[in-house]
Every structure is written in C-alpha cells, then in structure tokens.
C-alpha cells in the first residue's frame, strides 16, 4: 500500500518526503483554506515541484460546463497534477469527459461501494473513500472499504483506492488489510505510525545499560 499525504501545508509535505513514505498529497478546500498568504494554483504548484507523484487538487465548480474547463486549468499547472472531483451526477460526467483528454482523477467524497464501482467505470483514476466520515454516522466503514477493494479486484476495474479520511493508526491499517491501494493520511497520523511507546521504554533500557558499561 502506498501513503499519500492529506495536507495543504507545505512544511509538512516537506518533512514528510524525507521520511521516504509519501508518493503523492491529496488536498481539498478545507485543507487548501487553512493555508493563507498564497492564491491556490501558486499552492498547488508548489506542492507538486516538491512531490514527484500524483497531487490531487479539489474542483470547486458543481456544473459540467464548468468543472470541465475549471479542471484543464488544473491540470496544465504541473504533469502530476490529479484532479478531485466529487461524486455526483455532474461529476461522473466531467469523469468520463477528462478520461477520454487523458486527464487523471480523483472521484472524492465516496461514502458507498455502489458510488466507487460508478466513478471506476466512469474512468475514474483514484476512487477515495471516506473511512474516517462515514465511522461518523455510525456505518461499518471497514466493511464498505472491503467491499469496494473486492468489486474492483473481481471485475478488474483500472482505478486505484485511496483510503481517505483516515483520522487512526488503526485506520491505515484496516485500509491495507482491506486492500486498499493507498492510504491517505494527516502528517499526525502518519509520525504516529513510527512510534510505539514499548520502543521508547525498550530503547531506554538498551541505552542505560550502555552508559553503565565498559564498552563505550
């Protein structure tokens, strides 16, 4: 499974590539407004210059005739640029329209198995589930997650999953034992993956024993 970092915040996605984790960055409207003191394409461009894989940036139009023209301004602004679009009615429509201009997508805001199965075969690139969102409303988040990793998987659909909302340690997890292609994760979640208290403890008894020896 690969990690993709879910962030607008430059600083993060720069110490998160040094860790030699992070293969791409999904941002979205909320994440992209917490960060001020730029306009978004400079954001995004920026993102991409330091990301060498897929960068997801978010539509903002709700209509056909303008998430078409909205999302090839997009995707001129850096070769790895993946444009997120939610899932709707419109949205299948701009999906299947960028497919056939060989513009990568990112079907967002999936809460259903039936609503990934639609954007795969609208031509959808990535297909993001929310885990996080849909534990939320007290629905079996795992459940749909694998679900949806089996539909692709039988039918051999050409899209990739990316678990998104993962708000847990335990999240990322359940998203790889699912199946899921790739785990998108906030720069806390994915330090929180490294560190287990036990190593801490473990290691300090090492160190100790070290400092009170002969060996040094």
Known sequence: MKFFLDT??????KEAVQ????EGVTTNPL?????????????????????PGPVSAELVSTTFAEMV??????????????????ISIEGL???HALSKEGIKTN?????????????????ATYISP???????????ALQMLTTLCDIINIHGLKTEIIAASVRTTAHATQAALAGAHIATVPYKVLLAMVEHP???IVNRIFMDAWNQSDLK
């Open 8 to 13: 607008a915040n430059i600083e993060e996605i």
């Open 19 to 22: 860790l030699g984790l992070v």
């Open 31 to 51: 994440l992209a407004s917490k960060e001020g003191g730029k306009d978004f394409a400079t954001m995004i461009k920026e993102i991409a210059d330091i990301v």
């Open 69 to 86: 023209p909205e999302a090839r301004r997009l995707a001129k602004i850096a070769p790895n640029i993946v444009v997120k679009v939610p």
């Open 93 to 95: 429509k701009t999906i």
């Open 107 to 123: 079907a967002t805001l999936i809460f259903g198995a039936n609503q990934g199965l639609v954007a795969a075969k609208a031509g």
């Open 130 to 140: 929310f885990i996080g969102r849909l534990e939320d409303v007290n629905v079996d």
């Open 198 to 200: 036990m190593t801490d």
